[in-house]
């Protein structure tokens, strides 16, 4: 009976994850840039995959139980179009490079404004990179074009190039921020003028809510059952 209360409230404790998740997304489904983040969760053994030697040392491990991770889902978002010359957005593949800290994060977001200086930046003042890894500074003019291939014009002067990276083991930084191992240069089409929205589908989630909410109250029923048969077998017990 133990055993059946532990298995059902790892299920219960994935499903509340799965929620928090779900409220996650419903939350950013309106910030630029943002990845949704999928929750999966499967029943197996808790020795699965563990060596017979190490599977000695925990004889009375639980037999089963429930498991979940996350993944985030990189397709895009419909491109929100501003006729803001600095606002950019990547069609296919690849993310933005941005300084933050001294560190190398990568976004989606390309609503960029220039700074007092002339640094091309982010909304919260992360300056964008180059293909050299260096920041972007667009010295004069008022002219600014992009072209799909992330070359940037000044008044008709070449004057850097947007990097726009592939990523591997994309992890969330915060909000439509990412970290991540860089695997090359993107062929994504860089489109000037435009912003990607969120990939979020809140109908979807919504559901999602409906689901992880009936399988956590069905978790929480099989937990009372368990707890209920454990107090009927102490009573009868002490009659004896």
Known sequence: MYKGIYVAMSGAVLRSQELDNVAN????????????????????????????????????????THWGEYSIDTSNGNIKTT?????????????FAVENKGKTY?????SFSRN???????????????????????????????????????????????????????QHVGESLF????????KGEVIQGGIEMSNVNPVREL???ITALRQFDAAQKVIKHFDDL?????SEI???
Do not use: H
Not at 86 to 92: E, F, K, R, T, W
Not at 106 to 110: A, L, P, S
Not at 137 to 161: C, E, F, H, Q, T
């Open 83 to 95: 006729g803001n010359p600095l606002d950019v957005a990547v069609q296919g593949d690849g993310f």
């Open 207 to 209: 559901v999602g809510i």
């Open 116 to 170: 007092k200086e002339g640094f091309l930046t982010t909304m919260i003042g992360q300056k964008v990179l180059d293909t050299a890894n260096k920041p972007i500074r667009l010295n004069g003019g008022v002219g600014v074009s992009i072209a799909a291939d992330g070359n940037i014009y000044v008044d008709g002067n070449a004057a850097a190039k947007l990097k726009v990276a592939k990523i591997d083991n994309v």
């Open 25 to 64: 997304n419903l939350a950013n489904a309106a910030t630029a840039g943002y990845k949704k983040t999928g929750f999966s969760s499967r029943f197996y053994p808790m020795l699965e995959g563990i060596s017979k030697a190490q599977d000695s040392v925990y004889p009375d491990a639980r037999a089963m």
């Open 230 to 234: 454990s107090q009927r077998a102490v």
């Open 106 to 110: 990568y976004t989606r977001n390309g």
């Open 179 to 186: 970290s991540g191992d860089e695997a090359g240069e993107s």
């Open 238 to 240: 002490a009659k004896v």
